[in-house]
C-alpha cells in the first residue's frame, strides 16, 4: 500500500475542500486552527446558518456552543431540533431523488438553516455527558448536506485526509446570493430557485421570473415564501404570481425584458464546437451534464461555444432556449476577487453603489460575467444579447428570441461567449415552432407577513420606492395569493429587487493589482490563472 504523507493527505483535503466550495453555495477558508479562538469560530461557523450533528453509531445529536483548538473540536451535545429531526429521519427512510428538498411545514418557526454539517466519530469517544470533546485526528467522516439543493455536497473522511491539520470553515456567501424562492405543496414548501441574482446594488435593480410548474393551492390560497439565506440585506419592491393555460406539449418563460414565449424542447444542437466537448448528447437531456467554458481563454480573455442548429426553411424568428446556471468555480472567482479588496471592501462597495447600471453592465459583459450570444451572418459574427447571471443554486431556462433576417436558411450557428468557467449548460434548444394559444391569469396578492407577524401586503403590490426589507440572514417573508378557480399548467412568480452584502474581509487591498481588473477579460483570466495554479498545486503535493 502506498504509503501516505502528511504532505499529500493536506493536499487532499484541499482538494475536498475545494469540492465542497465547487458544490454547495458557500465557501471556506483553510486556515491552522491555533489562527482561529472560540469566539471567531462560533460567530463565523454556527452563527453563519451550518447545523452541526454529530454520529456516534446509531446515535446524533446536534452540537453548539463550538470551539476549537489545534487538535480538538469542544460543544455541547443537544437533542435535535424536532423538524430538523424530521426531515433527517425522512431522508434517512426515503432518500430524496428530485434537485430539490422538501420541508416539513411550521408557519410560526423561523426558517432552518441551510447547510447541515454532519461530523461522524467512533464509539470510543465519550458522550455520555452533553459536554464533549472531539480529537480532530479521530473524526471519522464529515459530510456536508445542503437543505436548498437536497443533496449531501462533499463528504470526505478524516484521519486519512489531515482532518487534524485544518479548522473547520469560514462561512461567506457573495457570487450565489440572492432571495430564495419556496412554494407550499402538500403541507411541504418546496425550494424553487432565486431570483434577481447579481443586482448587488439598487443600480441594478431588475424584475426577474421564476417559472414554478404546477402549484397546489393550501384551501383558497396559494402560499409563497421568500427567504434571505445569505449574509445581506434584501429589498423587495413588487411581486406578483401569475397563471398561465398553455398546451400541455409547450412550455412558457418570459425572458430578461418581460415578454412572454410559448416554447418545445425539441429542436437540439446537431453539433458543437468546443475546445474540451464535442458530444453534442451533452445538451439534449436535463441530464446534469453540463457544456463547460474550459478552455483557454482568447486574446480577449474570453471562452466560447459554436452551437450548430438545423432549422426549417423560412423560419423568420426563432427562440434561444438555455438551460443553465453559473458554476461553482464562478463563485470561488467572485469570492477571491472581492477578498483582494480587504478591509476597504464596504468604503469600495458604497461606492459602487453609486455608480449607474450602465457602468456595472458594462464591466460584466467585458469581464463574461453574463452570457453573450452571437448569431452568424456571412462570415461575421453579429452580437444578439447577453443572459443575466443565474447563480448557482439550481438550473434555470432562459429564453432569448433571434431574429434570422438575413441568416442563410436552413443552418443556423450560434456562439455563447463567457469567462473562464463561469457557466455551465445543460441543455441547448433553438425553438421555431408557432406561438399557441395562451391565457394569463393573475393571482391576487392578498398578504404579505414578516417574521414578527406584521403586513406589508400595500408595499409589495406596486413597482414604486417602497420596498420590504429583510434585514438579516434567517428573515423570510411569507407570500399569500388568491387561488383563481381556473386551468393552468403553470404559474410563474415575478419579483422585482435587488440586495447588499454584508461582508467583510481583513487585509489592507493590493490597489495596483486591483486596477488591473479594469481590462477587458482580466476576471477571466484571473480565473483561469487560478485554476491553473490550484491543479498544479494538487498535482504537485499528492506525489
Partial sequence: MKRIT?????????????LVQLNACHFYKVGRVKDINSQYVSSKTVNSGDYVIIHQGQKYWHLSGISVDENKVKGTLEELDRIREANYLQRLSKPEKK?????????????????????????????????????????????????ALGATVASYLGPTV?????????????????????????????FKGGVFPGAIYQSLERTDYLPLGKIRPDGDVYRLQLRNEKMETEFINYTSLELIDHPADYRVHRDKHGELFAYKKENYPVSIVSEHESDVNILKEDDSRYLQFDGVPDSKGMVSTVLDFSIPKGAE?????LNAKNTRWFDYTFTEFVKLFG??????????????????REWMLDQGVVLKVFLEKGDKWEYVDYFEVPGSLIDKDMIMPIDLSGVIQGDIRIKLESGFNFWEIDEAVLD???SPEITITQAPLISVIDVAGIEYVEM???????????????????????ANPVNFQTAIICVRGYYRNEVSFEGKPDY????????????????????????????TNSQ
Fill in 317 to 321: 424568428t426563432a427562440k434561444l432556449v
Fill in 460 to 482: 409589495l403590490r406596486a413597482d414604486d420606492s417602497q420596498y420590504f426589507q429583510e434585514m438579516k440572514q434567517g428573515d423570510r417573508v411569507d407570500l399569500t395569493f388568491e
Fill in 6 to 18: 502528511k504532505r499529500r493527505s493536506l493536499a487532499i483535503f484541499l482538494l475536498l475542500l475545494m
Fill in 162 to 190: 489531515g482532518v487534524a491539520a485544518v479548522a473547520f470553515g469560514i462561512f461567506i456567501a457573495i457570487a450565489c446570493s440572492c432571495p430564495s424562492v419556496y412554494v407550499l405543496n402538500d403541507e411541504e414548501y418546496e
Fill in 512 to 539: 495596483l493589482y486591483l486596477k488591473s481588473f479594469k481590462k477587458p477579460g482580466a476576471l477571466s483570466e484571473f480565473s483561469f490563472r487560478h485554476h491553473q495554479a490550484f491543479m498544479q498545486s494538487i498535482a
Fill in 343 to 360: 478591509d476597504y471592501y464596504p468604503e469600495f462597495s458604497s461606492k459602487q453603489a453609486e455608480l449607474p447600471a450602465s457602468e456595472h
Fill in 99 to 147: 434537485s430539490t428538498h422538501r420541508y416539513i411545514r411550521k408557519q410560526d418557526k423561523p426558517s432552518l438553516p441551510t447547510n447541515e454539517i454532519h461530523v461522524y466519530i467512533p464509539e470510543s469517544i465519550n458522550t455520555s455527558d452533553s459536554e464533549v470533546e472531539i480529537p480532530l485526528a479521530g473524526i471519522e467522516k464529515i459530510e456536508i448536506y445542503d437543505e
Fill in 432 to 434: 421555431v415552432s408557432q
